[in-house]
């Protein structure tokens, strides 16, 4: 069975993707053949990925600081007049000045408030979080929590400064392992006025059942103390109990057949089978339970012909809830779509047929990163691969109605 496994990072560009696994990548992209489907599965587990667990993320509830446990604050009013002065259980309004710069997402912003005595330090805002109902999971090492917060320390000339810690906690709130812990940034670090985001993704030390997110900041000039924080979030990436091998699935008369195959599996429930028309709504279609030991699975659908192209997943859930979801498989009705691709394996040109006109050709390598584009008014076409690097990728054609992906090998 695959754990999961991720290291240490501090700072990353923003919207990063704590998971960049293919499988995900191409899930949308509706890998298909209009006679017989098959996906090519890279990923060897899979993930569940639940939504924030933070309560209270950008400040925005009320009343203020709601969800988050003050430690410490600054010991002064803030001077009235000024949007400071809206502080209130480090939660303010900022309105977008220099000295109060606009919030990262929503209006208000967490902030530790005013001090006139200075140097001073750490101010500190937290928030503990219960992951006691994955004890299980966590101590099997299937459990891991990717953090991600903004900080914005926009005075040039000051070293007010701000900072992420997050905790693993035992049940008696002992810190396991080591924390995650941010550098200081500050005005004078060369931080500038925009908000830097802060990510770290870890696997939970066994014995975790607290995770504790701490805000801290410290005052160098006064009396505004200011370091500024929004948009905190903690996730919780579980690898489920099962490893997809394979999904296919053929089209036979009015009838779609689908088969899939499993190993690693542990604890696992069911597989529930979704269809669509259009991939922006999937509805259930059916239910398959797990049975142990049992490594191969199929389910049968009906499928009228006039109604176009249809959509398959596996929505796979384990016995704790977690769910994720399979690559998607598309069936068309239409036999004039018979898309191909010659030679392969291929290393110098590549015959692409059964096209139509208007379409898009796309290889993707596989990291799911586009390696060649083409726009076709032809039946047929030949692509120039020369330069494309030995390996695997996957060869893409889209028209109005239809999407079809081959797996090509360059040598």
Not at 56 to 72: D, F, R
Not at 99 to 121: D, S
Not at 184 to 205: E, K, L, M
Not at 315 to 330: C, W
């Amino acid at each position: 069975m695959s754990r999961l496994h991720f290291e240490n990072s501090e700072k990353s560009i923003e919207n990063a993707n704590p998971l960049h696994n293919f499988s995900q990548i191409i899930n949308d992209r509706l890998l298909a053949k209009a006679s017989l489907l098959s996906v090519l599965l890279l990923a060897t587990f899979s993930v569940a990925i639940s939504q924030n667990l933070v309560t209270n993320p950008g400040a925005e509830l009320t009343p203020a600081g709601t969800g988050w446990t003050i430690v410490s604050a600054g010991a002064n009013v803030c001077a009235t007049g000024s949007a400071a002065f809206t502080y209130s259980n480090w939660t303010m309004t900022p309105d977008g000045s220099a000295n109060y710069p606009a919030a990262h997402g929503g209006t208000k912003t967490f902030y530790a408030g005013c001090n006139t005595v200075v140097p001073a330090g750490p101010f500190e805002l937290n928030q503990t979080i219960d992951v006691s109902a994955n004890a299980a999971q966590i101590d099997g090492g299937f459990v891991s929590f990717s953090f991600s917060g903004y900080v914005q320390t926009p005075i040039a000339a000051q070293a007010d400064a701000g900072r992420f810690i997050v905790d693993y906690l035992n049940s008696g709130g002992t810190v396991l392992g080591t924390s995650y812990t941010s550098s200081y940034q500050s005005g004078t670090g060369g931080s500038g006025a925009s908000w830097i985001p802060y990510t770290n993704t870890r696997t939970a030390v066994t014995g975790t059942r607290k995770v504790r997110i701490r805000l801290q900041t410290t005052i160098a000039t006064g009396p505004a103390i200011n370091a500024y924080f929004d948009d905190i979030s903690l996730t919780k990436l579980v690898a489920l109990p099962i490893s997809l091998v394979s999904f296919s699935g053929k089209q036979s008369g009015e009838n779609i057949n689908l088969n899939w195959s499993v190993s690693d599996v542990i604890g696992f429930s069911t597989f529930e089978i979704e269809k669509s028309t259009d991939t922006s709504l999937f509805v259930p279609a059916g239910i398959v339970d797990y049975v142990k030991g049992n490594v191969n699975y199929y389910f049968t659908n009906s499928y009228s012909p006039a109604q176009g192209p249809v959509f398959y997943r596996l929505k796979m859930t384990d016995m704790d809830g977690n769910h994720t979801y399979s690559p998607t498989l598309v069936f068309n009705s239409d036999p004039s779509l018979v898309f191909a691709i010659s030679p392969n394996p291929a290393s110098k040109n590549l015959a692409v047929t059964g096209l139509r006109n208007n379409g898009i050709i796309l290889i993707r390598n596989v990291n799911g990163n586009i390696v060649l584009h083409s726009n076709v008014n032809a039946s047929s076409v030949s692509l120039d691969i020369s330069l494309l690097a030995k390996g695997i990728y996957l060869v893409t054609y889209s028209c109005s109605n239809f999407l079809a992906t081959q797996k090509l090998i360059v040598q």
